[in-house]
């Protein structure tokens, strides 16, 4: 069905020798990727029939924009090392550079599945930052398979800095890039750590994380990962209903609020819980906005997110009228997410010896749920390889897992509404779908 064309590992010399990682990055495991698969119709180029099929979304020209990109992701010809930092191997071709593949399918794009079990995406490894699977189908149609190591950056980061780049230099070598590398920005000096643990009394409480030994593992469930679209009309109808119910003290919701109260709430009714019990909500949150104590700026490349954390009373979660005080809720932990939280927590993370037992305090395979919206990050209105040639599709990687976890993803219609794929355990997914009031704001 498919064979393999070319392997290349794209490297460039460069007086890059090593970057420390932020704390924030020392959070996330270094075999954690962000992945995912762009599907591009080449019926949609206006050269079409005009030109060879091999010249829409051309190897030869996405290799040498990567060549480019290195200029500035210079980082990317490195590899991860233990001490948290990223640093060139000189004398060793197999580590570092951007992988790039290239292959053909003899099928056309329209009898592809997004559940197809293609190889689409290379198998990552530490050892390269940043992967390319260029896959053309039989019609000149082409999936582009992209991984980013996520220690070395966030979503925020894949969408809005490196592909957005990518893609501007496959348009225009002499495209110039302006990216931020200063991981300083996110470290505290000792003089500082020293003075927060003095005027703040919950200096050591960090709701969301927690350092946590580990000493055994929970037997294993059967996941599913579905993807469920909220359409535009939807969510206008779901957040209308919310803001009629909202706190007195809230005066704006917005749609991600509204929509994941909506999803927590109903994760929550398919797990059968205890009302007795108590549920925690992780919602990962861009820092760059918030943080202004330094700022830090829109084109910083790394992790600069952060869990805005809400504890609830199981039976406050459940309540049929509570969207509009759940998504208030979920507002207020959003706003608490501020500059002098964000500090504590990076000074607390400098605090701990043990770096790697530092976790989230979280069980989402029982009570909890954490969620992960892309759906504002130009998915889409970034990824024009061909001028106006938008992705017709793009998906995670079909051998996704998470369980108690959503991710938000725009969609290619391009009218505010939302793909969501949310993990769960089997039996609570078939309950979820069964549940008539989870998509009652569709009609």
């Known amino acids: 069905m498919g064979f393999l064309i070319e392997t290349i590992r794209i490297k460039t010399n460069t007086n890059f020798q090593t970057l420390e990682l ?50 500035y992701y210079p980082l990317l010809n490195g590899s991860l090392k233990s001490d948290y930092t990223v640093s ?63 220690q070395i950056a966030d979503a925020h980061s ?56 580990q000493t055994s593992s929970l037997p294993t469930k059967e996941i599913i990962v579905k993807s469920f679209r909220f359409t535009n009309d939807e969510l206008v109808r ?40 108590t549920s925690k909500l992780y919602m990962s949150t861009n820092i760059r906005p918030r943080l202004t104590q330094p700022n830090i700026p829109f084109t910083y490349f790394g992790n600069a997110i952060m869990f805005s954390y809400l504890e609830v009373p199981m039976s406050e979660v459940i309540q049929s009228n509570h969207l509009g005080l759940l998504a208030s809720r979920i507002h207020d932990a959003i706003e608490r997410n501020n500059t002098e939280d964000i500090r504590t927590t990076l000074a607390w993370i400098q605090c701990q010896t043990d770096i790697k037992s530092i976790l989230p305090t979280w069980n989402l395979d029982e009570t909890d749920f954490t969620i992960s919206a892309w ?29 108690g976890a959503a991710n938000l993803l725009s969609t290619e219609l391009n009218d505010r509404s939302i793909d969501v794929f949310l993990g769960l355990e089997v039996n609570e997914m078939k309950r979820l779908e069964e549940n008539c009031d989870f998509r009652k704001y569709l009609f």
Request: with cysteine; charged share 20%.
């Open 158 to 213: 894949y969408f809005q800095l490196i592909v957005k780049d990518w893609v501007q230099l496959y348009r225009n070598l002499d495209y110039q890039s302006d990216v931020c590398h200063q991981r300083s920005l996110l470290r505290l000096s000792s003089e500082e750590i020293n003075e927060l643990k003095k005027t703040n009394p919950y200096f050591n409480d960090r709701k969301s994380l927690a350092v946590i030994h």
């Open 375 to 403: 759906n504002k990050m130009g998915m889409y209105s970034n990824a024009d390889f061909e001028f106006n040639v938008y992705p017709s599709r793009i998906i995670l990687p079909p051998d996704t897992k998470y369980n």
């Open 22 to 71: 932020s704390p924030n990055d020392w959070l996330i495991p270094s075999t954690s990727y962000i992945t995912c698969i762009y599907f591009y119709d080449i019926h949609q180029w206006s050269h079409y029939e005009k030109q060879s099929n091999e010249t829409f979304l051309n190897v030869e020209q996405l290799i040498r924009s990567l060549n480019k990109l290195l200029d």
């Open 238 to 277: 779901m957040k209308s209903d919310a803001l009629t119910y909202s706190s007195l003290e809230v005066d704006y919701l917005s749609t991600f609020e509204v929509l994941t109260a909506h999803l927590y709430q109903h994760v929550i009714l398919a797990r059968n819980l205890s009302s007795l019990s």
């Open 88 to 150: 060139i191997d000189d004398n060793d071709d197999e580590k570092g550079g951007i992988l790039f593949v290239s292959t053909k399918v003899n099928l056309p794009l329209k009898d592809i599945s997004f559940s197809t079990a293609l190889p689409l995406i290379n198998s990552n490894h530490q050892e390269t930052l940043f992967h390319i699977r260029h896959t053309r189908f039989q019609c000149g149609s082409v999936a582009l398979g992209i991984s980013l190591n996520h």
